[in-house]
């Protein structure tokens, strides 16, 4: 199976700043990298597909980038409704597997 | 609007079965790939299980952790996927989420087309506890 590994667990931040959460598979993925957010007691949300497509309705602020073995979701401007559990996902193979998530908290 | 709606969740104890159920709306069900993914209490999400559309074949793949206990099946007569869960075990307690997987193609070499799939829309969740 493929390990996920993301990096931090958490961190915390203020509005306004830059947020970077970094995944790394344990093999080559290509670029076959998704990332959801997950605000409390709610499903997780898809932002960004094939590492670096924005879903349609999410706020550009969001981007992702990478491929192979190591990828970033980047938060340009953190706003209050950022403030979530993110986590990737590769779906190269089955089993499809997540990284652990990053919760990102008000500093 | 597509919407997904879980049921089928309680408390059941070790060894006993359950099945969950996902009723489906405002898309074209028989043509979806559904997923079903868990997410243990204060812990990250696991994905447990796929289906893809009869006229894809209607396999279906498996984490390891269930394989063998748990089957993913779908009735596109009535909108709805399914989860039956046997033998179960106190490390199946978990809210268990039902989620479309969206595909995107991403390119095609001479002989094959490859696409990337993600879970688009996902429902609430149904609580599943395994306890004596």
């Known amino acids: 199976d493929i390990q996920m590994t993301q990096s931090p667990s958490s961190l915390s931040a203020s509005v306004g700043d830059r947020v970077t959460v970094t995944c790394r598979a344990s093999?080559?993925?290509?670029?076959?990298l998704n990332w959801y957010q997950q605000k409390p007691g709610k499903a997780p949300k898809v932002l960004i597909y094939a590492a670096s497509s924005l879903q349609s309705g999410v706020p550009s602020r969001f981007s992702g980038s990478g491929s192979e073995t190591d990828f970033t979701l980047t938060i340009s401007s953190l706003q209050p409704e950022d403030f979530a559990i993110y986590y990737c996902?590769?779906?190269?193979?089955?089993?499809?597997?997540f990284g652990q998530g990053t919760k990102v908290d008000i500093k | 609007e597509v919407q997904l709606v879980e049921s089928g969740g309680g408390l059941v104890k070790p060894g006993g079965s359950l099945r969950l159920s996902c009723a489906a709306s405002?898309?074209?069900?028989?043509?979806?790939?559904m997923n079903w993914v868990r997410q243990p209490p204060g812990k990250g999400l696991e994905w447990v299980g796929r289906?893809?559309?009869?006229?894809?074949?209607?396999?279906?793949d498996y984490a390891a952790p269930v394989r063998g206990r748990f089957t993913i099946s779908r009735d596109d007569s009535k909108n709805t996927l399914y989860l039956q869960m046997n033998r179960l075990k106190s490390e199946d307690t978990a809210v268990y989420y039902c989620?479309?997987?969206?595909?995107?193609?991403?390119?095609?070499?001479?002989?094959?087309?490859?696409?990337?799939?993600?879970?688009?829309?996902w429902g609430k969740g149904t609580t599943v506890t395994v306890s004596s």
């Open positions: 996902q590769q779906s190269y193979s089955i089993p499809w597997t």
């Open positions: 289906i893809k559309s009869k006229t894809d074949g209607g396999s279906t």
């Open positions: 405002g898309l074209t069900f028989s043509h979806a790939w």
């Open positions: 989620s479309t997987v969206e595909a995107e193609l991403g390119y095609c070499n001479s002989t094959s087309c490859f696409h990337y799939y993600y879970m688009d829309v």
């Open positions: 093999q080559s993925i290509r670029n076959y």
